[in-house]
């Protein structure tokens, strides 16, 4: 069985949520958070498998959300997956960073949510077809020298896991190595960031998408709503 934390501000988006989750034999949902702070607390209480939050939240924002929870020692077995109406990079760099297992956007098929969730508790992480092709597209347009000095030493080793990745164009059944983290604190990061026990991921790609992708580290600048 996998236990869900819904994270969300916004009842109706919950409520829907709930209502395909709750439809599945192996999915249960544990609770429901209306911010940031609860679903903090939540998770503490429940202990989740996956708690799936939303970017946008009042008292703390989902990266933050994401970060704490990371962050808790308690909460060792917990992955965060972002669920968000907005596939912008600086919201995805910052989840990355923060730790997420998984960015995902609402407009998501649910046969695709499901096998998100799926595939997250196996171990996996899992990125939105949309937002993977986006980077890929974005990294191919750079030239390869460019590539190689743009800012790669700013980058926090889950993202240089996902700029390995889809520079190498792998499939998902090609990218299925595991990649082990090393040394989770990296210069600008605002946190440190401890790393999972087995925390050895493997980032899932849609296997239509083609050529590699240049990344373009963008700082956390959240637009207005």
């Not at 708690?51 to 929870?69: H, K, Y």
């Amino acid at each position: 069985m996998i236990r869900i934390l819904l994270a969300d501000d916004q009842p109706l988006i919950r409520s829907g949520i709930r209502a395909l989750l709750e439809a599945e034999d192996d999915i249960e949902v544990v609770g429901e958070a209306a911010d940031g702070r609860q679903a903090v607390e939540m998770a503490a209480e429940h202990h989740p498998d996956i708690a799936l939050v939303d970017i946008q939240m009042p008292v703390l924002d989902g990266v933050e959300t994401t970060r704490q929870i990371v962050a808790d020692e308690r909460l060792d077995s917990v992955r965060v997956v972002i669920l968000t109406n907005f596939g912008l990079d600086e919201y995805i760099f910052a989840a990355l960073r923060a730790g997420a297992s998984g960015f995902l956007l609402k407009d998501t098929q649910p046969t695709e949510l499901l096998q998100a969730l799926r595939i997250v508790m196996s171990g996996d992480a899992m990125m939105s077809p949309a937002v993977t092709s986006r980077l890929i597209s974005e990294f191919v347009a750079r030239p390869p020298d460019a590539v190689a000095a743009a800012g790669m030493e700013t980058l926090t080793n889950r993202e240089r896991e996902v700029v390995a990745l889809v520079a190498h164009g792998l499939s998902n059944d090609a990218g299925a190595q595991p990649h082990h983290r090393q040394d989770p604190r990296q210069p600008g990061d605002d946190q440190a960031r401890r790393p999972r026990p087995g925390a050895a991921r493997r980032l899932r790609l849609p296997d239509r998408l083609g050529r590699p992708a240049r990344r373009r580290a963008v700082g956390p600048q959240y637009p207005g709503t």
